[in-house]
């Protein structure tokens, strides 16, 4: 269970889930796992859900109690995690826009895993820091657009059906918009799954859009410069959620293990324990009360935060399993979350990308006036 202080809802798995997740964990890094199999569980079980307002079909809480179900699931598995994460940020940005008819159009179905969400919204943030220029972009046909461009790299595509969040440049250069494209839509195209080096059973794929249409009932808002500012803390909040699960499962490992002759790794373990519910407390803080909104920078010190925690969480479950982690038969759970860990520098921004941003690169780091900012969802 994950040790998110800040939870309202409870997050506990189902033992049937914890269960299958345990036993599915390597499957689904290695890719022996069907990936088929993996969202209809997490969404059976109501972890899309958490998070969501009542009256939307949701559990209640705000997006503090879906990081939460984040790490729950993380601690066991990072590959369940980002397949929660991908699906629970298309929600989010359901969540998020002002177009009600395709909320209620969409949300049933996503909540209820009959159709997968996908954030395709990568691209879109390393515009918003002036990294990347938009790779999609749309020409005006009728009374909405064609757009062509790729996205490299997406995960939750299951080849039964999804729904695919993407930022598109308006013809002319007239600013962006952030559609939802379905993967029926003619024009879009799915690659074979990527070949990663770990995190396989996850549906992840590039994506390439062919003169595909786009529907302003589609639109799910219609200035992604505005827009993006107010939906970024959730984006990062959620996807801050992998790490919290690793890096506690790493840590509740190097305690078990910290027995006869390394009693010297017990005080390291408790302070980087308090130090991870201090940056959860952080976290949890800066979502409800709207500091990230007002400044921005502070939320990506803490994403690198966190991953410096996973980093630091793996190395003392290293230390304190000693030898064994580097046997096949005994090591087989540390060299997956290893794997898993090297990924989480990895997540879009990268701690790269967000080092440049902090060091006077990000073109974006001004607060969102008070009339801009949402309620903290």
């Known amino acids: 269970m994950s040790r998110f202080i800040a939870a309202e809802v409870s997050t506990t798995l189902s033992p049937q889930l914890?269960?299958?997740?345990?036993?599915?964990?390597?499957?689904?890094d290695t890719g022996t796992i069907d990936p088929s199999t993996l969202l209809p569980r997490l969404t059976a079980a109501g972890l899309a859900q958490v998070g969501v307002p009542l009256e939307l079909g949701g559990m209640g809480?705000?997006?503090?109690?879906?990081?939460?179900?984040?790490?729950?699931?993380?601690?066991?598995?990072?590959?369940?995690?980002?397949?929660?994460?991908?699906?629970?940020?298309?929600?989010?940005?359901?969540?998020q826009s002002p177009n009600a008819g395709l909320r209620q159009q969409m949300l049933p179905e996503v909540l209820e895993g009959r159709l997968a969400g996908a954030t395709g919204l990568s691209n879109a943030m390393k515009f918003l820091s002036g990294l990347e220029e938009l790779r999609i972009h749309a020409h005006h046909a009728g009374e909405g657009y064609t757009i062509n461009g790729n996205l490299a790299w997406v995960t939750n595509l299951p080849l039964t059906g999804f729904n695919v969040a993407v930022a598109v440049?308006?013809?002319?250069?007239?600013?962006?918009?952030?559609?939802s494209v379905a993967s029926e839509d003619e024009g879009v195209f799915r690659s074979p799954d990527l070949d990663l080096l770990a995190l396989r059973s996850t549906n992840t794929a590039a994506l390439t859009f062919s003169h595909s249409k786009v529907a302003e009932e589609s639109i799910i808002h219609p200035d992604a410069e505005q827009w993006l500012p107010l939906v970024r803390p959730a984006f990062l909040g959620l996807q801050i959620g992998m790490s919290i699960g690793l890096a506690w499962r790493a840590l509740s490992e190097a305690r078990k293990a910290a027995g006869t002759g390394r009693q010297i790794l017990q005080k390291p373990i408790d302070n980087l324990s308090d130090v991870l519910k201090q940056q959860e407390w952080e976290l949890c803080q800066g979502l409800t009360n709207g500091r990230f909104l007002r400044d921005p920078a502070q939320l990506f010190a803490?994403?690198?935060?966190?991953?410096?925690?996973?980093a630091e969480a793996l190395a003392l479950e290293l230390q304190a399993t000693g030898g064994a982690a580097y046997l096949s038969m005994?090591?087989?759970?540390?060299?997956?979350?290893?794997?898993e860990a090297?990924?989480?520098?990895?997540?879009?921004?990268t701690l790269?990308?967000?080092?440049?941003?902090?060091?006077?690169?990000?073109?974006?780091?001004?607060?969102?006036?008070?009339?801009?900012?949402?309620?903290?969802?």
């Not at 914890?18 to 689904?28: I, K, N």
């Not at 990081?67 to 995690?81: C, N």
């Not at 803490?302 to 996973?310: C, E, G, T």
């Not at 005994?330 to 794997?339: D, E, I, K, L």
């Open 18 to 28: 914890a269960h299958w997740l345990d036993s599915a964990a390597d499957g689904l």
């Open 342 to 349: 090297a990924f989480i520098p990895l997540i879009t921004p």
């Open 352 to 377: 790269v990308q967000l080092k440049t941003a902090l060091a006077g690169g990000e073109r974006d780091l001004v607060p969102v006036s008070p009339d801009q900012q949402v309620d903290g969802r």
């Open 169 to 179: 440049a308006r013809p002319n250069g007239k600013g962006a918009f952030i559609a």
């Open 330 to 339: 005994t090591g087989q759970g540390f060299a997956r979350r290893w794997r």
């Open 61 to 95: 809480g705000n997006v503090t109690d879906a990081i939460a179900a984040i790490a729950a699931v993380s601690e066991r598995s990072l590959a369940a995690g980002l397949v929660l994460w991908g699906h629970r940020t298309y929600i989010e940005y359901l969540l």
């Open 302 to 310: 803490l994403r690198i935060d966190f991953a410096d925690s996973v």
